[in-house]
């Protein structure tokens, strides 16, 4: 993914080689700054979980940047894919194994709804990706 300039240095920071990777990079981005906007109001209900929604929500971000770098390999595809799967199922782990783990006092949360879905979308981006650097 990376180029060199004329002195043959490689850069640090590299665009995306396929569109797909656009994509991860922005549901990255963006299920981790909702993360970072829930915790706000996790840490009100419980301080474990408002600190593992910013961790959650870094990791991310911190996901979004290093695959933007030099220092990205493949393998990291199924690591980020992982992640997202992980993330998604901590969901349930929490709220219960239901539709109702959407819900917040009756109403739909929109928050649960964007990052999981996010993720999702993320997961399968990344799947995607491992496979086409594998080609």
Same mark, same amino acid.
């Given at each position: ?10 850069? =640090? ?5 396929? @569109?797909?990777?656009? !994509? %991860?990079? /922005?549901? *990255? $981005? &963006? +299920? ?35 695959? =933007? ?5 493949? @393998?990291?595809?199924? !690591? %980020?894919? /992982?992640? *997202? $799967? &992980? +993330? ?48």
């Amino acid at each position: 993914m990376s180029t060199e300039h004329a002195t043959g240095a490689e850069q =640090l920071f590299d665009r995306p080689s396929n @569109p797909i990777g656009y !994509v %991860a990079v /922005l549901m *990255a $981005i &963006v +299920t981790g700054v909702v993360h970072l906007v829930a915790s706000m109001n996790a840490i009100q209900f419980s301080q474990m979980l408002g600190i593992l929604f910013i961790l959650n929500g870094l990791g991310f971000i911190g996901g979004a940047i290093l695959y =933007l770098t030099r220092y990205w390999r493949r @393998p990291l595809f199924l !690591v %980020a894919a /992982l992640y *997202a $799967i &992980v +993330t998604i199922l901590a969901l349930f782990a929490v709220q219960g194994w239901s539709l109702e783990a959407f819900y917040m006092e009756g109403n739909l949360n929109p928050f649960a709804v964007v990052t999981k879905v996010a993720e999702a979308v993320l997961a399968v981006c990344a799947v995607y990706l491992y496979v086409d650097a594998g080609e």
